[in-house]
Each structure stands twice: as structure tokens, then as C-alpha cells.
């Protein structure tokens, strides 16, 4: 038996460990089956509709991205700021009321209007309280009338009056003055309508030559006459030409005052008729005093609406006084003012007007001569104030 050197023996076992090092990686390769490597794929593109993230198989599912042409959702309103019609602030509205007085300043003596007056040479007074005067101006204006002509069967002397004093204001009439013509007895009777056809209205007056009743509703006539004049914007002017006397109206003197107190931008001008009749009645008794009565109406009618009373007894005193209605009618200061009670309760506010110089005293007038010139402020007694719901 042949014996192993121990220095040859461990080399041996040396070699052996080293190859059964190196079979064992090579004999694990044989006994696991080959895998083919994997195929790469070119990714395709998704389709229009398959648009947006993609979903996997998990529990959250993504959802696609709106189509881009869908409109998007209209904002939320916004709560508005101004709450008023018309986007409008809020304000305080204060309505103050304006008065207008129309006034007329003639010489007594001549009848001529005075030019040239301020607002500093007027003084208002309002229920005996000085207003403070806004503005002065002057106007010549055409007229817009009514001429209230008395005709009825009583007296020949007071139609003879009636036609004279009429054809008189005719004659002062300009191309572009509009006139109504209105009759009374028992009833009104409109002969003309405004127009400034002078043939027509000569026309109309040359009819009155037979009058039909002998009764003189004088209230009655002049209360129609208001209302339907009153409808007509401007200022407007009645010419009443008649004897005053009122017969059977069924409106009362003080319902009548009332009607003319209300009515506003209306002068009145009064023309008794019968003042001959009277002197060669020569005064006295009932007549006398029915007569008076009737002056102190038609003077109260006018000197309430800022007009003028006359009573002649000669026919050759007509173009002076209508020279003198001229005068007040187409040239007239227009005074604007606020008054201090600017309540609006409807009631009936005096009016007075009055002409100062700058230290406050009433105002005198001279002549180029130096001797003073007496002078009429003519201008209507007062308004009525508004009411609430005006």
C-alpha cells in the first residue's frame, strides 16, 4: 500500500475543493429553464377620444378632461351695491316752491309803464313777512284774452256802453294778440273761440244788435269763463265788460271770491257800463245803492287778480283807458322769489308789493321838472299755496 507524503495529501484536497467550487454555478444554470428576454413594443398614440390621463386598474378612476369648446360655467352673481332704480345714489329730494308775481308799475297821470327798475327797488311782503326777490325781468308779450261781454234786454244805455268800450279794446288789438268773444244774459254764450282773425272777432261783435233775455248771470258767467281760460297755459287776461249787477246765478258772491283766489296767471279787468245812466238818474235810492254794489264787485275782481277798475261816464274816455290796460298788459315785471313759509298746506298767502330805494323808504318819482310823479303798483293780492300731493 502506497503511502501519501502529508505535504502532497493536503494539496490534493486543496484541488478538490476548487473544482467543486466551480461546477456548482454551472450545473444550477442547466437545471433552470431559459427565459426569452422581452419584447419591447412600440407605445401606440391614444385616440382623440381616449384624450387626457390615462386610467390604470387601481380603485381610483381619474376622470377625462371636458371637451375645450364646452363654455365654462357663468360666474356666481354679484350681490348688487346700489339697490334704487336706474343705478341711482340715493338722495334727498327738498321741494322748495318758486312764486312768480307778475307787476305792473304805471304814472298815474300819463298811464305810462315805468322801465328800468332792480330787484332792489321791490319789496314783497308775504302775510306782512319781507321776501328775499330772486330775479327781476321785463316782458312785452302778445295777449291771450277773453272779452266777458254783458248782453241782455235791461237797457239800451248799457249795450250802447258795452259795444263802445268793446270796439274800443278791438281797435288796440296786434296781429298776433289772441281774443275770445263770450256774451252772458241767463246763460254763456261763446261767440268766438281764440283767434287772432280780427275779421272774425269784428264779425262777432257786429252780431250783438238783439239780446235775448233781460237777466245778467254775472257770477255764473265768470266762474265758466275762469274754469275754461284757467286750461290755457300763460298768462291769460279777462276784459269784463258789463254793469256788475248779478241777477239769478246760482253761485254766491263768496263762492265766487273763492274761484278767483284759486285761480292762478288770470288778470281781470273790469269796465262798468251804465255810469251815465247813473248821474242822470241822479243818485239816491235803491238804484243807487244797487249800482255801488255793483262797482265794488268788479273793483274787487280786479284789484284781487292784479288788474284795473274803470267806470266812465264819457265815450271819449275809452282809448285812455284802454291805453292804460295796454300798458299794464304788455309791459310787466315778473318778480321771482322763494317764500319763507314754504309749507305746502294750501292755504292763501297775502301778497304785497312795494317799491323801496336803497335805504328801505318807499320810493319817489320826479318828472325831468323835479315835481314828483304819483305811481300804482298793480300786481294780484296774493296765492294759493300748494298742497301736498300737488
Do not use: W
Not at 314783497?124 to 319781507?130: M, Q, R, S, T
Not at 300763460?234 to 239769478?248: A, V
Not at 271770491?257 to 279787468?269: D, G, P, R
Amino acid at each position: 500500500m502506497m503511502t501519501i507524503l502529508p505535504h502532497l495529501r493536503a494539496r490534493i484536497l486543496l484541488l478538490l475543493s476548487c473544482s467543486i467550487v466551480l461546477t456548482l454555478p454551472t450545473a444550477y444554470a442547466q437545471d433552470t429553464p431559459a427565459q426569452a428576454p422581452p419584447q419591447q413594443t412600440k407605445p401606440t398614440p391614444p385616440s382623440p377620444d381616449d384624450a387626457g390621463p390615462d386610467t390604470d386598474n387601481g380603485t381610483i378612476v381619474l376622470k377625462k378632461k371636458k371637451e375645450a369648446d364646452e363654455p365654462p360655467p357663468p360666474p356666481a352673481p354679484v350681490a348688487p351695491k346700489v339697490k334704487n332704480p336706474d343705478n341711482e345714489t340715493f338722495s334727498l329730494r327738498v321741494d322748495v316752491p318758486i312764486v312768480n308775481i307778475d307787476a305792473t308799475v304805471i304814472l298815474d297821470k300819463t298811464h305810462q309803464f315805468v322801465p328800468g327798475l332792480k330787484a332792489n327797488n321791490f319789496l314783497i311782503l308775504e302775510d306782512g313777512v319781507p321776501q328775499t326777490i330772486t330775479s327781476v325781468r321785463t316782458t312785452q308779450t302778445p295777449i291771450t284774452a277773453v272779452m266777458l261781454l254783458e248782453f241782455a234786454a235791461n237797457s239800451y244805455y248799457l249795450i250802447n256802453d258795452m259795444r263802445n268800450a268793446s270796439y274800443s279794446f278791438f281797435r288796440t288789438l296786434r296781429p298776433d294778440d289772441y281774443i275770445a268773444v263770450v256774451t252772458y244774459d241767463l246763460r254763456t254764450h261763446i261767440l268766438t273761440d281764440f283767434t287772432n282773425n280780427k275779421e272774425l272777432i269784428a264779425q262777432s261783435l257786429s252780431s250783438l244788435v238783439i239780446p235775448g233775455f233781460s237777466d245778467t248771470d254775472m257770477f255764473d258767467a265768470l266762474y265758466e269763463t275762469l274754469d275754461r281760460t284757467s286750461r290755457i297755459e300763460g298768462r291769460k287776461y279777462i276784459i269784463l265788460i258789463g254793469s256788475g249787477r248779478d241777477t239769478f246765478s246760482k253761485l254766491t258772491l263768496d263762492k265766487m271770491l273763492a274761484k278767483v283766489k284759486s285761480t292762478q296767471n288770470i288778470t281781470i279787468f273790469t269796465i262798468s257800463t251804465g255810469a251815465m245812466l247813473n248821474e242822470m238818474r241822479g243818485g239816491g235810492g235803491p238804484r243807487e245803492l244797487d249800482y255801488l254794489q255793483a262797482q265794488n264787485q268788479l273793483q274787487t275782481f280786479a284789484r284781487m287778480t292784479g288788474g284795473l277798475s274803470f267806470a266812465p261816464i264819457f265815450q271819449g274816455e275809452l282809448p285812455d283807458i284802454f291805453s292804460q290796460i295796454n300798458q299794464s298788459i304788455r309791459n310787466e315785471y315778473i318778480l321771482t322769489y322763494r317764500p319763507t313759509n314754504n309749507k305746502n298746506d294750501g292755504t292763501y298767502r297775502k301778497v304785497k308789493v312795494l317799491l323801496v330805494d336803497n335805504e328801505g323808504h318807499p320810493l319817489r318819482m320826479q318828472d325831468e321838472k323835479g315835481k314828483p310823479q304819483k305811481y300804482s303798483v298793480i300786481a294780484r293780492d296774493g296765492y294759493n299755496a300748494k298742497l301736498p300731493v300737488e
